[in-house]
Protein backbone atom coordinates (compact mmCIF):
# COMPACT_ATOMS: atom_id res chain seq x y z
CA UNK A 1 0.00 0.00 0.00
CA UNK A 2 0.92 3.28 -0.93
CA UNK A 3 2.07 5.44 1.54
CA UNK A 4 -0.41 8.94 2.72
CA UNK A 5 0.98 11.61 1.29
CA UNK A 6 2.30 14.38 3.77
CA UNK A 7 1.14 18.02 4.02
CA UNK A 8 3.28 20.71 2.52
CA UNK A 9 4.04 23.27 5.16
CA UNK A 10 3.17 27.10 4.80
CA UNK A 11 6.33 28.90 5.33
CA UNK A 12 6.17 32.61 5.25
CA UNK A 13 9.62 32.87 5.07
CA UNK A 14 11.28 30.38 8.12
CA UNK A 15 9.79 27.32 10.11
CA UNK A 16 11.84 24.90 12.00
CA UNK A 17 12.56 22.68 14.66
CA UNK A 18 13.93 19.49 16.43
CA UNK A 19 11.79 15.79 15.51
CA UNK A 20 13.06 12.64 17.19
CA UNK A 21 11.73 9.96 15.11
CA UNK A 22 11.64 6.12 15.44
CA UNK A 23 11.30 3.60 13.00
CA UNK A 24 8.32 4.43 10.50
CA UNK A 25 8.75 7.77 10.34
CA UNK A 26 8.07 8.70 6.35
CA UNK A 27 7.21 11.95 4.59
CA UNK A 28 6.39 12.06 1.16
CA UNK A 29 5.43 14.83 -1.36
CA UNK A 30 6.03 13.73 -4.76
CA UNK A 31 5.96 17.45 -6.35
CA UNK A 32 8.04 18.82 -3.20
CA UNK A 33 7.90 22.15 -1.87
CA UNK A 34 8.53 25.58 -2.77
CA UNK A 35 11.14 26.25 0.01
CA UNK A 36 14.45 25.25 0.40
CA UNK A 37 14.54 22.17 3.54
CA UNK A 38 17.16 21.64 5.55
CA UNK A 39 17.90 19.05 7.83
CA UNK A 40 20.78 18.38 10.52
CA UNK A 41 21.35 14.83 11.96
CA UNK A 42 22.47 15.08 15.48
CA UNK A 43 21.99 11.55 15.88
CA UNK A 44 20.20 7.96 14.56
CA UNK A 45 19.72 7.91 10.86
CA UNK A 46 17.70 8.63 8.44
CA UNK A 47 17.64 8.07 4.42
CA UNK A 48 16.57 10.45 1.57
CA UNK A 49 14.90 8.35 -1.09
CA UNK A 50 15.51 8.79 -4.82
CA UNK A 51 13.09 7.02 -7.76
CA UNK A 52 16.30 6.71 -10.19
CA UNK A 53 18.86 5.44 -7.58
CA UNK A 54 19.84 4.45 -3.89
CA UNK A 55 19.23 5.95 -0.71
CA UNK A 56 20.88 9.00 0.28
CA UNK A 57 21.43 8.34 4.32
CA UNK A 58 21.85 11.12 6.57
CA UNK A 59 23.86 10.03 9.35
CA UNK A 60 25.10 12.35 12.38
CA UNK A 61 27.29 15.17 11.26
CA UNK A 62 25.85 15.10 7.75
CA UNK A 63 23.17 18.25 6.81
CA UNK A 64 21.38 17.51 4.06
CA UNK A 65 19.49 20.32 1.43
CA UNK A 66 16.53 19.49 -0.68
CA UNK A 67 16.13 22.14 -3.13
CA UNK A 68 12.88 23.59 -4.33
CA UNK A 69 11.04 21.14 -6.51
CA UNK A 70 13.00 17.89 -5.29
CA UNK A 71 10.72 14.65 -4.53
CA UNK A 72 10.52 14.40 -0.54
CA UNK A 73 10.66 11.14 0.26
CA UNK A 74 12.86 10.77 3.70
CA UNK A 75 12.53 8.81 7.21
CA UNK A 76 12.97 6.15 9.31
CA UNK A 77 13.30 2.65 7.67
CA UNK A 78 13.32 -0.34 10.61
CA UNK A 79 16.51 -1.01 10.43
CA UNK A 80 17.73 2.28 11.50
CA UNK A 81 15.82 2.55 13.81
CA UNK A 82 15.84 6.47 14.93
CA UNK A 83 16.54 9.91 13.54
CA UNK A 84 17.41 12.89 16.22
CA UNK A 85 17.02 16.16 13.28
CA UNK A 86 17.18 19.70 13.51
CA UNK A 87 15.18 21.17 10.62
CA UNK A 88 14.06 24.22 8.89
CA UNK A 89 12.12 25.04 5.44
CA UNK A 90 13.00 28.45 4.09
CA UNK A 91 12.79 30.90 1.58
CA UNK A 92 16.67 32.29 1.49
CA UNK A 93 17.68 35.53 1.61
CA UNK A 94 19.10 36.56 -2.15
CA UNK A 95 22.71 36.99 -1.12
CA UNK A 96 22.81 32.90 0.47
CA UNK A 97 22.62 31.72 -2.74
CA UNK A 98 26.44 30.72 -2.45
CA UNK A 99 25.77 29.42 0.94
CA UNK A 100 23.38 26.92 -1.13
CA UNK A 101 26.05 25.23 -3.40
CA UNK A 102 26.82 21.84 -2.22
CA UNK A 103 27.97 18.71 -3.07
CA UNK A 104 24.95 16.79 -4.72
CA UNK A 105 24.86 12.88 -3.83
CA UNK A 106 21.54 12.96 -6.17
CA UNK A 107 19.50 15.72 -8.29
CA UNK A 108 18.21 18.04 -5.73
CA UNK A 109 20.35 17.01 -2.68
CA UNK A 110 22.94 18.68 -1.22
CA UNK A 111 24.96 16.90 1.36
CA UNK A 112 27.97 18.12 3.23
CA UNK A 113 29.64 16.08 6.26
CA UNK A 114 30.94 18.35 9.66
CA UNK A 115 33.81 17.68 12.05
CA UNK A 116 32.90 17.24 16.07
CA UNK A 117 33.54 20.95 16.60
CA UNK A 118 31.73 22.32 13.89
CA UNK A 119 28.45 20.16 14.83
CA UNK A 120 28.55 21.30 18.01
CA UNK A 121 29.27 24.76 17.14
CA UNK A 122 26.19 24.95 14.75
CA UNK A 123 23.53 23.02 16.81
CA UNK A 124 24.14 25.67 19.30
CA UNK A 125 23.19 27.88 16.50
CA UNK A 126 20.16 25.90 15.99
CA UNK A 127 19.19 26.05 19.35
CA UNK A 128 18.73 29.85 18.75
CA UNK A 129 17.38 29.83 15.77
CA UNK A 130 14.73 27.46 17.28
CA UNK A 131 14.04 29.40 20.21
CA UNK A 132 13.28 32.75 18.18
CA UNK A 133 10.70 30.72 16.05
CA UNK A 134 8.93 29.39 19.28
CA UNK A 135 9.28 32.67 21.12
CA UNK A 136 6.43 35.13 19.78
CA UNK A 137 8.83 37.76 20.43
CA UNK A 138 8.25 41.05 18.02
CA UNK A 139 11.17 40.19 14.70
CA UNK A 140 11.67 36.70 16.06
CA UNK A 141 11.55 35.36 12.49
CA UNK A 142 14.26 38.09 11.51
CA UNK A 143 15.97 36.94 14.71
CA UNK A 144 15.82 33.22 13.34
CA UNK A 145 16.88 34.17 9.88
CA UNK A 146 20.11 35.67 11.29
CA UNK A 147 20.68 32.47 13.44
CA UNK A 148 20.74 30.39 10.08
CA UNK A 149 22.48 32.39 8.46
CA UNK A 150 25.61 32.07 10.53
CA UNK A 151 24.38 28.28 10.52
CA UNK A 152 24.91 28.25 6.82
CA UNK A 153 28.20 30.70 7.10
CA UNK A 154 29.69 27.79 9.36
CA UNK A 155 28.80 25.30 6.89
CA UNK A 156 30.16 27.14 4.29
CA UNK A 157 33.65 26.38 6.52
CA UNK A 158 33.10 22.78 5.40
CA UNK A 159 31.71 22.79 1.91
CA UNK A 160 34.45 21.49 -0.87
CA UNK A 161 33.14 23.81 -3.25
CA UNK A 162 33.30 27.35 -1.69
CA UNK A 163 36.43 29.33 -0.53
CA UNK A 164 37.23 28.23 2.84
CA UNK A 165 37.49 30.38 5.34
CA UNK A 166 40.60 31.50 6.86
CA UNK A 167 41.04 30.13 10.14
CA UNK A 168 42.90 33.57 11.18
CA UNK A 169 39.74 34.94 10.28
CA UNK A 170 37.62 32.61 12.26
CA UNK A 171 39.31 33.36 14.92
CA UNK A 172 38.36 36.90 14.68
CA UNK A 173 35.23 36.48 14.30
CA UNK A 174 34.89 34.35 18.02
CA UNK A 175 36.89 37.25 19.39
CA UNK A 176 34.69 39.69 18.51
CA UNK A 177 31.56 37.76 19.47
CA UNK A 178 33.89 37.16 23.04
CA UNK A 179 34.42 41.45 23.29
CA UNK A 180 31.89 43.32 22.06
CA UNK A 181 31.91 46.22 24.66
CA UNK A 182 35.97 46.55 24.22
CA UNK A 183 37.78 48.53 21.53
CA UNK A 184 37.91 46.28 18.26
CA UNK A 185 39.23 48.61 16.03
CA UNK A 186 41.45 47.20 12.47
CA UNK A 187 44.60 47.30 14.52
CA UNK A 188 43.03 45.13 17.56
CA UNK A 189 41.58 42.98 14.91
CA UNK A 190 44.80 42.26 13.08
CA UNK A 191 46.68 41.79 15.90
CA UNK A 192 44.45 38.59 16.59
CA UNK A 193 45.11 37.50 13.31
CA UNK A 194 48.92 37.93 13.15
CA UNK A 195 48.51 39.77 10.43
CA UNK A 196 49.08 44.15 9.31
CA UNK A 197 46.08 45.78 9.38
CA UNK A 198 45.85 46.48 5.57
CA UNK A 199 46.03 43.04 4.77
CA UNK A 200 43.73 41.73 7.67
CA UNK A 201 41.25 44.45 6.37
CA UNK A 202 41.64 43.11 2.50
CA UNK A 203 41.24 39.36 3.98
CA UNK A 204 38.58 40.26 6.22
CA UNK A 205 36.38 41.91 3.43
CA UNK A 206 37.22 38.92 0.68
CA UNK A 207 36.09 36.52 2.73
CA UNK A 208 33.25 37.81 4.62
CA UNK A 209 31.43 40.63 2.07
CA UNK A 210 32.15 43.88 4.55
CA UNK A 211 35.02 45.36 5.80
CA UNK A 212 35.51 44.89 9.61
CA UNK A 213 34.51 47.90 11.35
CA UNK A 214 30.97 47.11 9.51
CA UNK A 215 31.10 43.88 10.91
CA UNK A 216 31.80 44.80 14.08
CA UNK A 217 29.09 47.62 14.09
CA UNK A 218 26.66 44.86 13.06
CA UNK A 219 26.99 42.21 15.67
CA UNK A 220 26.90 45.22 18.06
CA UNK A 221 23.62 46.37 17.61
CA UNK A 222 22.42 42.78 16.90
CA UNK A 223 23.65 42.71 20.83
CA UNK A 224 22.13 46.03 21.70
CA UNK A 225 18.72 44.57 20.49
CA UNK A 226 18.51 41.42 22.41
CA UNK A 227 19.38 43.53 25.72
CA UNK A 228 16.22 45.67 24.73
CA UNK A 229 13.97 43.37 24.95
CA UNK A 230 14.93 40.97 27.24
CA UNK A 231 16.57 43.44 30.27
CA UNK A 232 15.42 46.72 31.24
CA UNK A 233 18.63 48.53 31.39
CA UNK A 234 18.81 51.90 30.38
CA UNK A 235 19.69 52.90 26.64
CA UNK A 236 22.75 54.54 28.01
CA UNK A 237 24.02 51.58 29.89
CA UNK A 238 23.07 48.82 27.16
CA UNK A 239 25.27 51.28 24.48
CA UNK A 240 28.51 50.96 26.60
CA UNK A 241 27.95 47.37 27.28
CA UNK A 242 28.50 46.47 23.76
CA UNK A 243 30.87 48.81 22.83
CA UNK A 244 29.72 52.51 22.02
CA UNK A 245 31.59 54.88 24.04
CA UNK A 246 29.03 57.37 23.16
CA UNK A 247 25.63 56.64 24.11
CA UNK A 248 23.84 59.44 21.67
CA UNK A 249 26.25 57.77 18.79
CA UNK A 250 24.74 54.18 19.47
CA UNK A 251 21.15 55.32 19.45
CA UNK A 252 21.92 57.77 15.74
CA UNK A 253 23.91 53.71 14.66
CA UNK A 254 20.55 51.92 16.04
CA UNK A 255 18.24 53.95 14.44
CA UNK A 256 20.41 54.61 10.94
CA UNK A 257 20.36 50.37 10.76
CA UNK A 258 16.71 49.26 12.60
CA UNK A 259 14.95 52.01 11.61
CA UNK A 260 13.74 53.33 15.10
CA UNK A 261 15.32 54.29 18.17
CA UNK A 262 16.52 52.02 21.08
CA UNK A 263 13.37 53.65 23.02
CA UNK A 264 10.61 53.30 20.30
CA UNK A 265 12.29 49.45 19.27
CA UNK A 266 12.06 48.49 22.86
CA UNK A 267 8.37 50.07 23.49
CA UNK A 268 7.51 48.45 20.26
CA UNK A 269 9.35 44.82 22.29
CA UNK A 270 7.12 45.44 25.29
Known sequence: ???????IPKVPRLVGGRLAESAGYRVLR???TTDWLLVHTRGGRGRFGRPDGPDVLAEPGTVTLLAPGTPHDYGVEDELRSWDIMFCHVHPRPEWSVLLDWPSPAPGIGQLHLDAAL???????????VYW???GLPRAELFAMNALELILLCYDGQNPRAIPLDPRIRTVLEHVDQHLGE??????LALV?????SRFAHLFSDQLGMSPS???ERQRIAQGRLLLEHTRRPVAEIARAVGFSDPPYFSTRFKRLVGVTPLRYR????
Open 183 to 188: PLDVSD
Open 193 to 197: AHLSP
Open 133 to 135: LRS
Open 267 to 270: QGAR
Open 119 to 129: QERTLQSWDTA
Open 1 to 7: MRAPLTL
Open 214 to 216: RYV
Open 30 to 32: PQG
